[in-house]
């Protein structure tokens, strides 16, 4: 991060001082006016603003706490340690913390030279995001989306280990400078910086950690990429070979993890496919058909007529109708 931004955010702030001389707890009226420790955005966020970012208050353990908002933290240099639902998480430099409104966390104290900001960010901050990363329909994207919107009751958080991606830094970083000097257009240029970050992170969710158990989510993450890879003919049969693991273990973990059979995953995923090139190309729908892995036609305008109610060149007609009218 750029050494003026680490200065500014280094500063002691006038809530650290009272802790440095002495006080040995957090104000909690900077945060919440209730008695159940949930911070409040209106405590945190300016009237009418959807987004603010401030440096993590060091020196001072915080007790365990929910949000009324979707937080985000960046650890600019040195580290912190979190304690989220149980799950002890050491942030480390450069690397993201994703926290659901579902999410209790406390936080251990940190030192002078640990800084990290801290995102204060209104679900409806993310619509611009989520319209950039909501072309092609992708399961991945899904499952961050639903984690994030605290849809997902098993995920309060995801920990991304991207200290070694520049396109991520350099977006984090963008969004940190604009936010905290007040840029011009703030508002817009937050919202598609923070698009095209989840649109970047989509291409690591290896990196991603969750609430879950680390083995479950890189199961999932590596079978959910496989589906989005091949899912014209994929089979279960060469993932499991892929991940050195037998395919009856295999094919139970996945009914277990997603309610879903490996066949009903690819499925979902041609049909999704099928849907975005009918609404967004020109390509005839026999070739739709071959393109997304179907070798029967009829057994594919009956699945899709199951799914969306209509055949698939009425689903490209009342696509056009509905733009046409916007």
Not at 7 to 22: N, P
Request: include cysteine; proline fraction near 2%.
């Amino acid at each position: 991060m750029h050494e003026e931004l680490i200065r500014e955010l280094s500063v002691i702030t006038a809530e650290e001082q009272r802790i440095l001389d002495g006080r040995q707890e957090i104000d909690q009226q900077i945060y919440t006016e209730k008695k159940e420790m949930i911070v409040d955005c209106d405590k945190l966020l300016q009237k009418g603003k959807l987004i603010q970012v401030r440096p993590h208050t060091r020196f001072v353990h915080f007790p365990e706490h929910r949000h009324n908002y979707i937080e985000v933290i960046y650890m600019c240099q040195g580290t912190t340690t979190h304690i989220i639902n149980g799950n002890r998480i050491l942030l480390k430099t450069g690397e993201l913390l994703f926290l659901n409104q579902n999410a209790l966390q406390e936080i251990l104290p940190a030192g002078k030279e640990d800084i990290a900001v801290n995102f204060i960010v209104l679900p409806e901050f993310f619509d611009t995001a989520f319209s950039m990363i909501s072309g092609e329909e992708n399961m991945l994207k899904t499952f961050l989306v639903d984690a994030l919107c605290g849809k997902d009751g098993e995920t309060s958080y995801l920990h991304f280990h991207v200290a070694d991606i520049l396109p991520v830094q350099n977006l984090v970083e963008n969004m940190v400078w604009t936010i905290f000097y007040d840029s011009s257009n703030k508002r817009s240029c937050t919202q598609i910086t923070i698009g095209l970050l989840f649109l970047q992170l989509l291409n690591y969710m290896d990196k991603m950690e969750t609430g879950r158990n680390r083995f479950d989510t890189e199961i999932m993450a590596a079978v959910l990429s496989y589906i989005d890879e091949h899912y014209r003919n994929g089979t279960l049969s060469e993932l499991a070979e892929q991940m050195n693991t037998d395919i009856y273990w295999l094919s139970r973990e996945i009914k277990k993890r997603t309610g879903k059979t490996y066949k009903e995953l690819l499925q979902e995923k041609r049909m999704q496919q099928a849907v975005w090139l009918l609404a967004n190309s020109a390509v005839s729908v026999s070739d739709i058909i071959e393109s997304v892995g179907y070798d029967n036609t009829s057994y594919f305008y009956r699945k899709f007529r199951e799914k969306y109610g209509v055949s698939p060149k009425e689903y490209r007609m009342n696509k056009k109708e509905s733009l046409s009218e916007d």
